[in-house]
């Protein structure tokens, strides 16, 4: 008699089962005692049967007997596996022993018992074989969902300047070799990273992210390395680093900008010999990983001026993607506004939200300094204020409320004109910190100043 559990499990989806075995009375024991159980179950007399019920149908377990009339259920796992690969094979025998066992094993079956001995294991077995492959099925559904949620499809914007990084990116991303991704901050370099990783030979493994500004120089050499119990005060155990962890798949380095001089050294050296050494340790490991690293500084210019070693940047920039900023794109921010608003609706639990012709008017007239990141975070922002109503300008915070170009008496075609409404936007952002003004222009303080006074600021 079936137990609660067992029969709620066998009631939410009917799972086939196929008998392979000559001995006609043994199969048909096996077949009525199975489908008291609530699965559906089909019998073979022979290996060329089963592999033609195979062939027509999917199963989650097969029970195969090691003698059959023409084949070796030993060798015949490896011919079913390859049929079915996620049907999960038991083996039966009347005289077991362990050469076989192993044999079988190694061919890809679950298990292999003895009838008669072990006829209580069947119905257990069977259910133990069905709950692996419905794991193994969850997790390439997850590995799915994940692929899908990093592909290059989720990049947002069909602007000239961002279709061209992605049709680089995916000509990249089938190759092994080193991108160096560049832009402001907040231009999506990580959600780069993850779809160059995602449409690589190496999806199936780990993809590995660790910003290089976030640590002081002692923990990032640690974090990057690893290190042994008892490297440095507080080194409890040994611990894998962020290279070790990235061992098949893809180490992202974001910031690599600033890193300090002496681990870029040892880096490099990592680039070169696939060979590190762990804090602490003098044996070499090895570790096969692809290194995609991002900055948003001028590595060509760091290194010229001794900032930042001009070999690792050779390395590096084997393939270099400059994502262009948001202000460059605006014709992206209309289709990033709607995804946004509605993920945004949704992780809020509020009701989906439109918004008004004037709120993305001055969502497309802003610079965007912080670039998608910025974006997301104003959104979010307007989302939390509104209540039923579609989103306005009125939401948006103080720095949107600019003066227009007529406002300030100026001509809408004239390039001073154009300048003192930057100047004048980028002022109204940064709330009149004007050193902080001056290095998002990218013009030195005396400039900035002598700009405020020319016009009228």
């Not at 009375?25 to 005692?33: C, V």
């Not at 001794?306 to 940047?313: A, G």
């Amino acid at each position: 008699m079936k137990d609660p559990e067992t029969r709620d499990r066998n009631q939410s989806h009917v799972h086939k089962i196929l008998i392979i075995d000559d001995e006609d009375k043994l199969r048909s024991l096996l077949a009525r005692i199975i489908r008291a159980e609530g699965f559906e179950v089909q019998e073979a007399a022979d290996a060329k049967s089963g592999l033609q019920f195979l062939e027509r149908q999917t199963f989650a377990v097969i029970l195969c007997d090691v003698k059959l009339p023409d084949a070796n259920g030993v060798e015949l796992v490896k011919k079913l596996k390859e049929t079915a690969p996620a049907t999960e094979v038991i083996l039966l025998t009347a005289y077991g022993n362990i050469p076989d066992g192993v044999r079988a094993i190694q061919h890809g079956a679950f298990d292999y018992i003895t009838k008669g001995n072990d006829n209580d294991r069947i119905l257990p077995l069977i259910h133990r074989a069905i709950e692996k492959n419905q794991l193994r099925q969850r997790v390439e559904n997850l590995e799915k969902r994940v692929g899908e949620k990093y592909s290059f499809d989720t990049i947002l914007g069909q602007s000239t300047a961002l279709r061209r990084v992605v049709e680089l990116a995916q000509k990249v991303a089938v190759t092994d070799a080193t991108v160096l991704l560049t832009g402001e901050t907040g231009t999506g370099k990580e959600v780069f990273a993850q779809a160059i990783h995602q449409a690589s030979g190496r999806a199936s493994h780990s993809f590995v992210a660790l910003n290089s500004s976030a640590f002081s120089r002692e923990l990032l050499e640690s974090e990057l390395f690893g290190h042994v119990k008892g490297a440095f005060t507080g080194a409890l155990n040994d611990k894998k680093g962020f290279i070790e962890e990235a061992d098949g798949g893809t180490l992202f380095l974001d910031e690599i900008g600033e890193m300090p001089l002496d681990l870029q050294a040892k880096l490099l050296r990592v680039l070169e010999t696939s060979e590190f050494i762990r804090v602490g340790e003098q044996k070499p490991r090895r570790s096969d990983f692809r290194l995609i690293a991002a900055t948003n500084r001028d590595l060509k210019t760091e290194s010229e001026q001794q900032r930042f070693r001009q070999d690792l940047y050779f390395r590096l920039n084997v393939f270099a993607l400059h994502l262009p900023p948001l202000r460059e794109r605006v014709a992206d921010i209309e289709p990033m506004v709607r995804h946004f608003i509605a993920e945004l609706c949704a992780k809020l639990k509020k009701v989906p939200l439109t918004y008004e012709a004037d709120f993305l008017a001055a969502l497309q007239a802003y610079p965007w300094p912080g670039n998608i990141r910025e974006l997301r975070n104003c959104l979010e922002r307007s989302v939390i204020l509104a209540g039923t109503e579609p989103l306005s300008a009125a939401l948006l915070p103080f720095e949107f409320s600019v003066p227009s170009a007529t406002s300030l008496g100026l001509s809408a075609f004239s390039l001073n004109s154009a300048e003192k409404l930057q100047i004048q936007k980028v002022l109204n952002h940064t709330k009149g910190n004007k050193a902080e003004a001056a290095r998002l222009l990218e013009i030195g303080i005396a400039t900035l100043y002598r700009k405020i006074e020319e016009y009228s600021l």
